[in-house]
T-cell receptor, first 114, second 109 residues
Framework: DGGITQSPKYLFRKEGQNVTLSCEQN?????MYWYRQDPGQGLRLIYY???????QKGDIAEGYSVSREKKESFPLTVTSAQKNPTAFYLC?????????????FGEGSWLTVV | KNEVEQSPQNLTAQEGEFITINCSYS?????LHWLQQHPGGGIVSLFM???GKKKHGRLIATINIQEKHSSLHITASHPRDSAVYIC???????????FGTGTSLTVIP
């Protein structure tokens, strides 16, 4: 079945460490997104990519990095520069922009700094 | 600034009640989405609307493009409907999505 796979589901990070969250989709979607969700807040965009080898910063990109070397994959690295990384992270994908295109989400990854 | 505003933020209902969640947006859109997020975090899309009304089982979604407003209705609510419901809009350019903060619904047996 087609879908988005995020891993790991739960991740603990020590302060000062970089961690990478995986996101893979087999929906043949061009666009992929990373969002952060904090309690009481809506999803906030970290990075998005409309095409392979290209990506744009979202509203809260500081302390994060991404790559888009393959259409199916859009990993997110949470660097030590991110001061408050404990959150729920969601990866999403959609076909290229236009009317009639929905968005699909992965199951999310819980990151906790210890 | 919030491009998408939802109300209420929290909602508790008795089983069987009719429920309405409202969403207003301030940007030009190509489509509006209603999403459901269960405990554990995964999000699924319930509806995608660009005009009018859609119905799926006990769920009904409406949109008024002129007023930039949408509603999600749940008829004969059930405890399994307990979840967070999120309104999201796709920008008119098609490149970005904007999300409301969600409505946490609890249906009591």
């Amino acid at each position: 079945d087609g879908g988005i796979t995020q891993s790991p589901k739960y991740l603990f990070r020590k302060e000062g460490q970089n961690v990478t969250l995986s996101c893979e989709q087999n929906l043949n979607h061009d666009a992929m997104y990373w969002y952060r969700q904090d309690p009481g807040q809506g999803l906030r965009l970290i990075y998005y990519s409309q095409i392979v080898n290209d990506f744009q910063k979202g509203d809260i990109a500081e302390g994060y990095s991404v790559s888009r070397e393959k259409k199916e994959s859009f990993p997110l690295t949470v660097t030590s520069a991110q001061k408050n990384p404990t959150a729920f992270y969601l990866c999403a994908s959609s076909p290229a922009g236009g009317i009639g295109n929905t968005i699909y989400f992965g199951e999310g990854s819980w990151l906790t700094v210890v | 600034k919030n491009e998408v505003e939802q109300s209420p933020q929290n909602l508790t209902a008795q089983e069987g009640e009719f429920i309405t969640i409202n969403c207003s947006y301030s940007v030009g859109i190509s489509a509006l989405h209603w999403l459901q997020q269960h405990p554990g975090g995964g999000i699924v899309s319930l509806f995608m609307l660009s005009s009018g009304k859609k119905k799926h089982g006990r769920l009904i979604a409406t949109i008024n493009i002129q007023e930039k407003h949408s509603s999600l209705h749940i008829t004969a609510s059930h405890p399994r409907d307990s979840a967070v419901y999120i309104c999201a809009v796709r920008s008119a350019t098609g490149n970005q999505f904007y999300f409301g903060t969600g409505t946490s619904l609890t249906v009591i047996p």
